[in-house]
Nanobody, 122 residues
Framework: VQLQASGGGLVQAGGSLRLSCTAS????????LGWFRQAPGKEREFVCG????????YYDDSVKGRFTISRDNAENMMYLQMSSLKPEDTAVYYC????????????????WGQGTLVTVSS
């Protein structure tokens, strides 16, 4: 499975941004997909994940109510709609694919895409 994230950029606090992730590979639709992020000087952390069939969405408490994850298996795409952005959301965001959503929420994934930088200014 190959993953490519896009959509990062500079946004003011309170603004919105949508990240996209293209998943390629014959079996990509059978994987749980999700987003991780790594802020400067910090370890990479789980942000959110979605089950292979689009059911079961899981969010870190820090983004609940502000971020929405979705996927379109027909188009091999995953999205992260981010709103009410805060400066502490500034990080490199990585899309990831895991065998199960449980592995992803536990911090593990089988495949990683390159990151896309999100910068939220105060």
């Amino acid at each position: 499975v190959q993953l490519q994230a896009s959509g990062g950029g500079l946004v003011q606090a309170g603004g919105s941004l949508r990240l996209s992730c293209t998943a390629s590979g014959r079996t990509s639709s059978s994987y749980a997909l999700g987003w991780f992020r790594q802020a400067p000087g910090k370890e990479r952390e789980f942000v959110c994940g979605i089950g292979w069939n689009g059911e079961g969405r899981y969010y870190d408490d820090s983004v609940k109510g502000r971020f929405t994850i979705s996927r379109d298996n027909a188009e091999n795409m995953m999205y992260l709609q981010m709103s009410s952005l805060k400066p502490e959301d500034t990080a490199v965001y990585y899309c990831a694919a895991a065998w199960t959503i449980a592995r992803m929420t536990g911090g593990s994934s089988e495949y990683w895409g390159q990151g896309t930088l999100v910068t939220v200014s105060s």
